[in-house]
């Protein structure tokens, strides 16, 4: 200690992913001057995300006026599939990177006619742990949990059932032939978020999107005020 | 993949700190890492060891200190540790909690020289 006299600590306490949060503040703040709803859907690879986007997509096409932003690894089978529906598609491709982050969205916002939209949805890559800590400027946090993956999801991946306003259980029909216990599930979910919204529906036969599509509304509304 | 995203703002983030200090080198960086986090793990000295060379971090130490989650039960008011796998207050039965610790994710400090 004597010797390296010119040795010191720098206390700094800096969130490690600081410089995307500032930039994901920059893309709420171009969201809200324009007064658009920007959800962020996460869920493991096959959960669901771009059946409920269509789904959802189905639903709401006469009552808001929507894009989607899809972020896949490298393929555009989705974005392919979201363009056949006639809504505006900006597909990322992340170069293998297992997340969105706030500087791609700022340039796939760049692609969209923002005065034109009220609603635009993120499909982020399939994958539960880092999209929950990488911001992208949204507004509301959705998770699907899909039955087939089990009903332990929220201890293996606290975080993002933490981090979520709402969770979509997916994949309903699949009850009668997969193990899943709703209740523990839902006890479990709301005992570590108290806040979350939950909606049960199946993207396969269209149950239980009609809750889901009208919370939707009712969210884009309050960013609009 | 996200340590190395993860590492780039890393370095970023000491090497700023260490040249507002006025330091000529870095030779540690201290993490602080939640449980709940699910994040990093040691790949980072990986990425940070093929990122640092040519600056003034090259060969400092990456030290992450895991901060352990603590929940306070909403029924009970009881604190208590995480146990994995199992989200029940201790005390009263009920499930989850208002978390206390466990989702850091930060630069604590930099020893540089
Ligand atoms: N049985 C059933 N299958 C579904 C449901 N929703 C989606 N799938 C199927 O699950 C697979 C993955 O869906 P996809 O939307 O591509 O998932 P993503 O990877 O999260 O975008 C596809 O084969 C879908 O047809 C559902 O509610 N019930
Ligand atoms: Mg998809
Ligand atoms: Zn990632
Ligand atoms: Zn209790």
Redesign the pocket.
């Known amino acids: 200690m004597t010797q390296k006299s010119k040795q010191m600590q720098v206390p700094i306490v800096q969130d490690i992913l600081s410089a995307n949060d500032e930039i994901a503040l920059q893309n709420r703040e171009t969201l809200d001057r324009t007064g658009i709803c920007m959800v962020n859907l996460m869920a493991s690879p096959g959960a669901g995300k771009t059946s409920l986007l269509l789904r959802t997509i189905e639903s709401l096409r006469t009552k808001l006026r929507m894009a989607v932003i899809e972020g896949d690894i490298a393929s555009t089978v989705d974005a392919d599939r979201i363009a056949q529906e006639n809504i505006p598609v900006v597909q990322i491709n992340t170069g293998g990177?297992?997340?969105l982050d706030a500087p791609m969205l700022r340039r796939a916002l760049h692609q969209l006619h923002l005065p034109d939209l009220d609603l635009i949805i993120v499909e982020n890559?399939g994958?539960l742990?880092?999209?929950v800590d990488?911001h992208l400027g949204e507004h509301l946090n959705i998770m699907i949990a899909s039955v087939p993956e089990g009903d332990d999801k929220p201890y293996k991946y606290p975080g993002i059932f933490l981090a979520v306003d709402a969770v979509v259980i997916n994949k309903i029909d699949l009850l009668p032939y997969v193990h899943f216990d709703l209740a523990a599930f839902r006890t479990l979910v709301t005992g570590m978020n108290p806040d979350v919204h939950i909606f049960e529906v199946s993207c396969e036969t269209g149950v239980g999107i009609a809750p889901w599509a009208d919370w939707l509304v009712q969210q884009t509304g309050k960013c609009q005020d | 993949?996200?340590?190395l995203?993860?590492t780039q703002n890393i370095l970023k983030i000491a090497l700023s700190h260490a040249e507002q200090a006025q330091a000529i080198r870095l030779t540690a960086i201290n993490l602080v890492v939640g449980e709940l986090t699910g994040f990093v793990d040691e790949s980072i000295q990986f990425y940070f060891d093929m990122l640092s060379p040519g600056t003034p971090a090259q060969g400092a130490r990456l030290v992450i200190r895991r901060v352990p989650a603590r929940l306070r039960c909403r029924e009970c008011g009881e604190e208590f540790a995480l146990r994995p796998l199992d989200w029940k207050c201790p005390r009263c039965s009920a499930v989850g909690g208002t978390v206390l610790q466990g989702r850091e994710f930060c630069i604590e400090s930099i020893e540089v020289e």
């Open positions: 990177q297992c997340h890559v994958n742990i880092c999209p990488f | 993949m996200h340590e995203a993860i």
